[in-house]
C-alpha cells in the first residue's frame, strides 16, 4: 500500500486545461507503481502565472506540468533552467527543489524522439533530410531535438517565412529555410517528414501538401494527436510511408516529468495507450 506520508501533488498549468489527458496519463502511473499522489488541472490565466509557480511549494506540490500559452514565459520565472529548455526557450516541467526554489525543464524533444522510436525503431537523425512544417513552439521543440540526435540537415517551412528565418538563425546552420509555395518540392529525397503546424487538427484546416516526391521510405509524423490519424498519415500510409501520430510525444513526455516528481520512470504499456486513444473521437 502507497505510503501517505509520502503524498505529493502535481499538476498541469495552462489556459485552458480542461482538455488535458494528462490527469489520466498520470493517475494511471501512480495507481501502477502504487505511489501515493495526484494529478490535477490548474486553469491559471498569463497574470497569474508568476504567483501561481511561486505558490506551488507553499501547496506541497512537487512540481508541475505548463501547457499553452505559458510555456515560454515560465521559462523566464523559474530560478534555473537545463540545457534543452535554454535552448528551446521554454519550460513544460518545472519541479520544486528540497530548498523551495523552482528549476524548469522541456520534455517535449525527449517525447517526440520516443514516438519516432517507437514507430520506427532503427530510426536515425542521421539518416537523411528532415522537413519539418510549421515554425512555432512545437516546431522549436522538434527542431532541437532532431539536432540534438545528430540531425545534419533540416528543411524548414513555414506559412510565414520570417518566422522561420528567426528560428533558423538561432539554431545554426544545418536549419535551412524554404517558402511554403516550396513544400511539396522540399521532400524529394527526405528521410523524415514532420507536420508540427496545428493543419489537420480537429476543428482546423486540413493540410494541402502533395506527397508524390517523398521517398516512400521516409518516416512522416505528425504531431496532432486529436484526430489519431490526420489526414496527412492517412495519406502518407496509403502509399507505403511508416507513419507516427502525436499520441507517442504526448505519452512519453510525460515520463521523465513522472520520473521527476516520484522518482520512478514510468513505461507507455499497451493498456495506457489504449485508455487514452479510447478518450479521442
Known amino acids: 500500500m502507497a505510503d501517505p506520508r509520502k503524498y505529493r501533488l502535481a499538476g498541469l498549468i495552462g489556459d485552458p ?11 494511471h ?12 488541472l490548474l486553469h491559471v490565466s498569463a497574470d497569474r502565472l508568476e504567483q501561481a509557480l511561486r505558490g506551488l511549494p507553499a501547496l506541497g506540490f512537487a512540481g508541475c506540468n505548463v501547457t499553452i500559452p505559458h510555456k515560454e514565459a515560465a521559462a523566464r520565472i523559474v530560478d534555473r533552467l537545463d540545457a534543452t529548455a535554454q535552448r528551446m526557450g521554454a519550460v513544460n516541467l518545472v519541479v520544486v527543489e528540497a530548498d523551495g526554489s523552482l528549476s524548469g525543464s522541456n520534455t517535449d524533444g525527449f517525447g517526440f524522439i520516443e514516438s519516432l522510436r517507437d514507430g520506427k525503431p532503427d530510426w536515425r537523425a542521421d539518416a537523411g533530410p528532415a522537413v519539418v512544417l510549421g515554425a512555432g ?4 521543440s522538434v527542431v532541437v531535438s532532431l539536432l540534438e540526435q545528430g540531425a545534419t540537415e533540416i528543411r524548414l517551412i513555414n ?5 522561420a528565418d528567426q528560428l533558423a538563425a538561432e539554431l545554426g546552420k544545418a536549419v535551412s529555410v524554404l517558402d511554403w509555395s516550396a513544400r511539396a518540392a522540399a521532400l524529394a529525397g527526405a528521410a523524415l517528414l514532420v507536420n508540427a503546424t496545428n493543419q489537420g487538427m480537429t476543428g482546423q484546416a486540413t493540410l494541402d501538401l502533395a506527397l508524390d516526391a517523398l521517398p516512400t521510405a521516409a518516416l512522416v509524423c505528425d504531431i496532432v494527436y486529436n484526430p489519431l490519424l490526420p489526414d496527412l498519415l492517412v495519406a502518407a500510409s496509403a502509399r507505403g510511408n511508416p507513419v507516427v501520430g502525436g499520441l507517442g510525444m504526448l505519452l512519453h513526455q510525460a515520463r521523465p516529468a513522472f520520473a521527476a516528481w516520484w522518482g520512478v520512470m ?12 479510447a478518450t479521442i473521437a
Not at 17 to 27: A, D, E, K
Not at 266 to 277: G, H, N, Q
Open 17 to 27: 486545461v480542461f482538455q488535458s489527458r494528462s490527469p489520466m496519463i498520470h493517475r
Open 29 to 40: 502511473w501512480l495507481r501502477e507503481h502504487d505511489i501515493a499522489g495526484d494529478y490535477v
Open 137 to 140: 513552439g512545437a516546431a522549436r
Open 159 to 163: 506559412r510565414t517565412r520570417a518566422r
Open 266 to 277: 514510468p513505461e507507455v504499456s499497451p493498456d495506457l495507450r489504449a485508455s487514452v486513444e
